[in-house]
């Protein structure tokens, strides 16, 4: 069995920063897996964020989210981090970690292991 736990969310305010973190356990080889963080605004379907790929750690993100928003990892202590600057109201979503064998992949149904996700609110 897989646990992804996701971490670091919270209010903040237009202009600020949060950083989350994703910390995975049980039967995953986490070096292994491209790890991604994707989010789900109320009514709206859950999106891309970006992801980091095993082996080269090559990264990817949205382009709403590009420049703004680090992904790194630490294969050590099996764990995702998003770092979220210059954060907008737009932003405010549940924000998921998602795990995949697959290299870079950016749609949901490629990753097999999601954490239960961690709320972002980001006020005006």
């Known amino acids: 069995q897989v646990q992804l736990v996701e971490s670091g969310g919270g209010l903040v305010q237009a202009g600020g920063s949060l950083r989350l973190s994703c910390t995975a356990s049980?039967?995953?080889?986490?070096?292994?897996?491209?790890m991604a963080w994707f989010r789900q605004a109320p009514g709206k379907e859950r999106e891309f964020v970006g992801l980091?790929?095993?082996?080269?750690?090559?990264?990817s993100y949205a382009d709403d989210v590009k420049g703004r928003f680090t992904i790194s990892r630490d294969n050590v202590k099996n764990t995702v981090y998003l770092q979220m600057n210059s954060l907008k109201p737009e932003d405010t979503a549940v924000y998921y970690c998602?795990?995949?064998?697959?290299?870079?992949?950016?749609?949901?149904?490629?990753?097999?292991?999601w954490g239960q996700g961690t709320q972002v609110t980001v006020s005006s």
């Open positions: 998602a795990a995949s064998l697959k290299l870079g992949p950016t749609g949901i149904y490629d990753y097999d292991y």
């Open positions: 049980g039967r995953i080889s986490f070096s292994r897996n491209t």
């Open positions: 980091t790929t095993w082996g080269s750690s090559r990264t």
